[in-house]
């Protein structure tokens, strides 16, 4: 059974980074592409960046992606945080390789989400 697991959210000040976990299991997330979205309060999900499969890590704009294979994890990097990045932080993936679905609705499979607040 696809699983994934995120992890590591909570508060932080702004112009604070952070850095959150996704556990997969069901599956070896290595070879497919996750995505991390994102939905606030009363928006809709938006997607922040998404790592191919066989990639070790990426890199868009204050979010970065890397990978721990042996441990079947992800992890994104949160830099210098506003109050307007606080949501929940989902990963996803549609055990495809390749980075190509243009929204949420092109990824089937999903973690619970952790949620991350910035404020003073």
């Known amino acids: 059974q696809v699983q994934l697991v995120e992890s590591g959210g909570g508060w932080v000040r702004p112009g604070g980074s952070l850095t959150i976990s996704c ?3 069901g599956f070896e ?3 497919y592409a996750i995505g991390w979205f994102r939905q606030a309060q009363g928006k809709e999900r938006e997607g922040l960046i998404c790592i191919s499969g066989g990639a070790s890590g990426t890199l868009k704009g204050r979010f970065a992606i890397d990978r721990d294979n042996t441990k079947n994890q992800l992890y994104l990097h ?3 945080l506003s ?3 606080t949501a929940v932080y989902y ?5 495809a390789d ?4 243009p929204s949420y609705t092109g990824y089937a499979f999903w973690g619970q989400g952790t949620q991350v607040t910035v404020s003073s």
């Open 98 to 101: 390749r980075c190509d679905a």
């Open 83 to 85: 109050p307007e990045d």
């Open 23 to 25: 556990a997969a299991s």
């Open 29 to 31: 997330a290595g070879r």
């Open 78 to 80: 949160l830099n210098g």
């Open 91 to 95: 990963c996803a993936t549609d055990l």
